[in-house]
């Protein structure tokens, strides 16, 4: 089992910044593919953002591209999410995740975090 542990949400107005942490255990963003997802109320959880483990090629869902961000640290054992932008429909419990393979399915994903809450006020 991977240690995820994301933090950095909060409300925020349309418009507004925020950038979300994801610390994992040790030498896990070197060895895991790390995702951004989010999960609405109601709603399934969805992708945000990837980051491959070998690489540090990013890929992002259409509609955050150009306003979010996902980098890492592997130094550090951290993956972060850089939010711009934002707006009410993507408010949301964001998760962060890690894959041993290259993948945009939550199923994908091995191991997460308890999840950040971000509220975007309109």
């Known amino acids: 089992q991977v240690r995820l542990e994301e933090s950095g949400g909060g409300l925020v107005q349309t418009g507004d910044s925020l950038k979300l942490s994801c610390v994992a255990g040790r030498h896990t963003t070197v060895t895991y593919d790390m995702g951004w997802f989010r999960q609405a109320p109601g709603k399934e959880r969805e992708f945000v953002a990837r980051?491959?483990?070998?690489?540090?090629?990013?890929y992002y869902t259409d509609s955050v591209k150009g306003r979010f961000t996902i980098s890492r640290e592997n130094g550090k054992n951290a993956v972060y999410l850089q939010m711009n932008n934002l707006r009410p429909e993507t408010t949301a419990t964001y998760y962060c995740?890690?894959?041993?393979?290259?993948?945009?399915?939550?199923?994908?994903?091995?191991?997460w975090g308890q999840g950040a809450q971000v509220a975007v006020a309109s």
């Open positions: 980051i491959a483990a070998a690489t540090g090629v990013t």
């Open positions: 995740g890690g894959a041993g393979t290259w993948s945009n399915r939550a199923s994908d994903y091995i191991s």
